[in-house]
């Protein structure tokens, strides 16, 4: 065992003892007819089941190929998303069993061999409760560690209905075993679902809810001098507390860039993000003066895609359209119609401000074009740069 990781070691260990007492409990359930055992037998087999994926889940994890370049670090995350839907699944099966028990009374015997049993079971999962109690902050290990509770709850369930069926008299102590079931669902889902929910918003990639997105785009601009805005933000978690972001970030120019970068990736370090990739967008020789006039374009993106790759509408930037093989794209109007507009090679907008009114005077092709008026109604598009000047 030497070889093996101490996670490791307590899930081989939990799964030997798991899968022989649920073979007791099946074959004991079915010989004193009492159903209560039979369904916590195949509880204890969906225990089984999520020990085998989690322990899957943790050697996976560490395998590292040149297909996933992230490794798969996620198999953990995936195994507490199976942990969690089939303990869900299960306690839909039991509430089932438990309305129709309610319905149709069944007759035990045997109960002190139940009651025998289920104590058993109580032990063997109070061990596994103090083996995964202390690895429960990881989801993985967090799925199974509830699997071994809800088995924990189910066996206590046990005990009470043979303790009740053996000392009461009457039918109506055969109403308890049906009716303490669907209390010990209603527990099992409320620890269940928090785990679903959590490993599900991970895989759907959406920002760690302890972090607010806007707050931190904010407090990177005021924080970090010489960032002018921040555009294309993107953060997500990958598992555990590995927390990666990417972001395009506007400086002035290569140079300044060179001397904020380090402090970027302390901000962010500092944030709790230890991987993040940077694509810097360089206001000059434009002017910077265009962050401060417009505003609303300073989130544009300056680094368009070539018109002639046909990928405006599959990148990050730019806005959503529809392009033909013409190189037109199609967008909404502001009258609810379809106009057709021609996407030009990035230009530079030079606009005049004169008595707090600004005037556009013409744009300049980045490709050395001559001086061409402004098309009345044509827009700005991600690429382009306002230049000011005050008179």
């Given amino acids: 065992m030497g070889r093996y990781t101490g996670k490791t070691c307590r899930l081989i260990c939990m799964l030997s003892m798991t899968f022989s007492f649920f073979l007791v409990e099946i074959v004991v359930g079915y010989l004193t007819n009492s159903m209560a055992l039979v369904a916590d037998s195949f509880h204890m087999l969906s225990d089984v089941v999520s020990l085998v994926v989690g322990l899957g889940a943790v050697r996976i994890s560490r395998v590292k190929t040149s297909k996933n370049t992230f490794g798969w670090a996620r198999a953990e995350v995936l195994g507490a998303l199976v942990n969690a839907v089939f303990l869900a699944a299960l306690c839909f099966s039991i ?26 079971g109580l032990l063997i999962n109070l061990v ?19 699997h071994v509770l809800g088995d924990a709850l189910g066996s206590v369930v046990v005990m009470i209905s043979a303790t009740i069926i053996w000392q009461a008299k009457g039918d109506w102590k055969y109403y308890v075993d049906p009716a303490m079931s669907i209390g010990m669902v209603i527990i099992i889902m409320s620890t269940t679902y928090p785990l679903l929910k959590e490993s599900g918003l991970i895989l759907l990639q959406t920002v760690p809810p302890h972090l607010k997105m806007d707050a931190l785009k904010k407090k990177l601009i005021e ?31 290569l140079a300044d860039y060179m001397l904020i970068a380090e402090k970027i990736k302390e901000f962010f370090h500092n944030e709790g993000i230890h991987s993040t990739t940077i694509q810097p967008e360089f206001v ?48 909404n109007g502001s009258g609810g119609g379809i106009e057709n507009e021609v996407i030009h090679d990035p230009v530079i907008v030079s606009v005049v401000r004169s008595n707090g009114q600004s ?22 598009h991600c690429s382009i740069v306002s230049v000011e000047s005050s008179l």
């Fill in 128 to 146: 596994g409760l103090f083996l995964f109690h202390a690895s429960s902050s990881q989801l993985n290990m967090r799925g199974v560690f509830l």
């Fill in 223 to 253: 924080q970090v001098e010489g960032v002018l805005a921040v555009h294309e933000f993107h953060i997500w978690q990958l598992a555990g507390n590995r927390i990666i972001a990417s972001a395009h970030i506007k400086v002035r120019n």
């Fill in 95 to 120: 509430l089932v069993e438990s309305i129709q028990r309610l319905i149709e009374i069944e007759e035990i015997t045997d109960p002190v061999l139940i009651l025998v049993v289920g104590g058993a």
């Fill in 359 to 380: 005037v556009r005077l013409s744009d300049v092709r980045l490709a050395d074009a001559p001086i061409q008026e402004e098309v009345p109604g044509s827009d700005s």
């Fill in 284 to 331: 000059e020789p434009y002017d910077e003066m265009f962050l401060n006039a417009n505003l609303s374009q300073s989130d544009a993106c300056f680094l368009a895609c070539a018109p002639e790759k046909n990928c405006v509408t599959k990148t990050c930037c730019g806005k959503p359209g529809v392009e033909n093989k013409e190189g037109i794209r199609q967008r």
